[in-house]
């Protein structure tokens, strides 16, 4: 759906900024990047990704630095 709906009006703006706030060990803003930057071609250098979230454990600094995911 992103692919159809939300990048043809994407490709209009000069620069755009995410916030996915909530996003725990970061799966979905890194999934959103990559699909971004397939579908986006060199607008893709105006897209800022801002991922939030409250982690006192600090489990999940290594998973998110790695980019690695199940």
């Known amino acids: 759906m992103i692919r159809d709906y939300v990048i043809p009006e994407l490709r ?3 620069y755009i900024h ?3 706030a909530g996003c725990a060990m970061g799966p979905e803003p890194y999934s959103l990047a990559m699909v971004l930057r397939e579908n986006m071609g060199m607008i893709f250098r105006n897209v800022k990704i801002h991922a939030t979230d409250i982690d006192n454990s600090n489990l999940f600094g290594d998973i998110i630095k790695k ?3 199940p």
């Open 12 to 14: 209009s703006r000069r």
């Open 18 to 20: 995410i916030w996915d």
């Open 67 to 69: 980019g690695v995911y």
